[in-house]
């Protein structure tokens, strides 16, 4: 693909050096479209980001689009802090019909403000609230957010850095084999716990992601979660799920735990609960935990009406039956299979893939490596992300509407990028 070098000198002299994606995918886009991107020069980028898992029904899904432009046309409400609304009902009634009630699950839903770290700080203060303790642990590799509180609990060392203070109450453990399964599951944790002169404040909670997305693509396994719902109940420590990026269908069931067969007593949700991109977040937990105060957390958009409009459309149009879960699973599949042969061809160059559903990352064994593939994959007309601590990982996040030749499509870009730079 030829490019011709766009002028960005408006965002260089501008905007702050704190931007990130626009250095990677240097280009102005002006459009996008289902599993595309079009830059002003009409330039078409197959998207492998989503978002950064926001959009998992694509680029303005014309349902969704179709049901939002009727709400803003007939003056529904948009803002709405915390009223009760016609398009609060509308999602909240079909959020329990499609979502909850189909998996037994008992939660009530707070809307703590629009962002997932919103979403995870409402968690965080309500298990302390709860529980009369400060402590959370969180694990390795763990990204929870960019607030204060959503730091404390995030492993990466250059954003905890950003805090600019020191990030308190929070202790790590190790995630899912991250000694390499040469140490029992949860064996550390689990002694500081019972001894008491370990220095270990009594926990309040416990935050994990099923997959870690910012930190890898590290997957747990079903059982270490299981063992983790275990020891949770055994010494009376919250679960939180941070589901932010992985829910909404990412891994194939709607809520990546699922597959675990555990319920925690708090669930984030964000992203792609909206549908449409639009700003929403959902913190959830079990009816008996729900002891705020009115108006104790708030915040000014936690009652974003258009998302909600577009979210209920997606609910609908995606989750009434299993066929949206069943097609993620055959798309991971043909990622697995696409991955397999790259490693087979390429064994000396990458470490291992990892994925679930429709997030994949693969392991480069030279660090920079997986931003180079990622930056001929944006010349050759896709749209990919590194992620990891030390950027090592390319992340696959494809919409879970992608057709199988649009996948094919993207992941034969994916494999040339790897080839021309390894």
Sequence with gaps: MTITQPDLSVFETLESEVRGYCRGWPTIFDRAQGSYMYDEDGHAYLDFFAGAGSLNYGHNNPVLKRA???????DGVTHGLDMSTVAKRAFLETFQNLVLRPRDLPYKVMFPGP???????????????????????????????????SLAVTGNAFKRAGAGIPLVHGTPMPFDDYLNGQVPDFI???R???????GLNQPA??????????GGINVARAEWLRALADLCERYDMLLIVDDIQMGCGRTGAFFSFEEAGIVPDIVTVSKSI???GLPMSLTMFKPELDIWEPGEHNGTFRGNNPAFVTATAALETYWADGQTEKQTRARGEQIEETFRAIRTEHPDATVEYR???????LEMRDKPTAGKVAKRAFELGLLVETSGPESEVVKLLPALTISAEELDEGLRILSRAIRETV
């Excluded at 939002?68 to 007939?74: A, K, M, P, V």
């Excluded at 994925?355 to 990352?361: I, P, Q, T």
């Design 68 to 74: 939002l432009i009727d709400y803003i046309e007939r």
């Design 115 to 149: 962002t997932g770290t919103n979403a995870v700080e409402a968690a965080l203060k309500l298990a302390r609230k709860v529980k009369g303790r400060e402590s959370i642990v969180s694990f390795t590799n763990a990204f929870h957010g960019m607030s204060l509180g």
């Design 188 to 190: 550390w944790f689990e």
């Design 192 to 198: 500081l716990l019972e001894d008491s002169g370990s």
């Design 205 to 214: 909670a416990v935050i994990v992601e099923t997959v870690q997305g910012e």
């Design 274 to 276: 909206s549908g449409y």
């Design 355 to 361: 994925g679930r559903g429709l997030v994949w990352g």
